[in-house]
Nanobody, 121 residues
């Protein structure tokens, strides 16, 4: 019902930058928020950043000042610009969608397949 196309993962050196993008498509009635979460090996999935349809943003303390989330509502796409990357940012990054698929539905959480970001020299 909901399709995700995530891109931008890869290997980057410490101090470097990387940009992720996630486009969603399918039968979606209303999108409330989009965002990025990440999961490192042996650790639980954690919030990185979210952005509402109105543009309000929320960041994990660990990425504030380094990462910037943005979205293109017309394209149902969310972006994550990551600067000053650190080895501890290494993780699988998952795109998150909070949306109602049909009129009258409660909002639900939907997840992309994830993209690996590795920060290493």
């Amino acid at each position: 019902q909901v399709q995700f196309v995530e891109s931008g993962g890869g290997l980057v050196q410490p101090g470097g930058s990387r940009s992720l993008s996630c486009a969603v498509s399918g039968s979606i009635f209303r999108i409330y928020a989009m965002g990025w979460y990440r999961q490192a090996p042996g650790k639980p999935r954690e919030l990185v950043a979210t952005i509402t349809s109105g543009g309000s943003t929320n960041y994990a303390d660990s990425v504030k000042g380094r990462f910037t989330i943005s979205r293109d509502n017309a394209k149902n796409t969310v972006y994550l610009q990551m600067n000053s990357l650190k080895p501890e940012d290494t993780a699988v990054y998952y795109c998150n969608l909070v949306a109602a698929l049909r009129i009258g539905d409660r909002s639900g959480n939907y997840w992309g397949q994830g993209t690996q970001v590795t920060v290493s020299s």
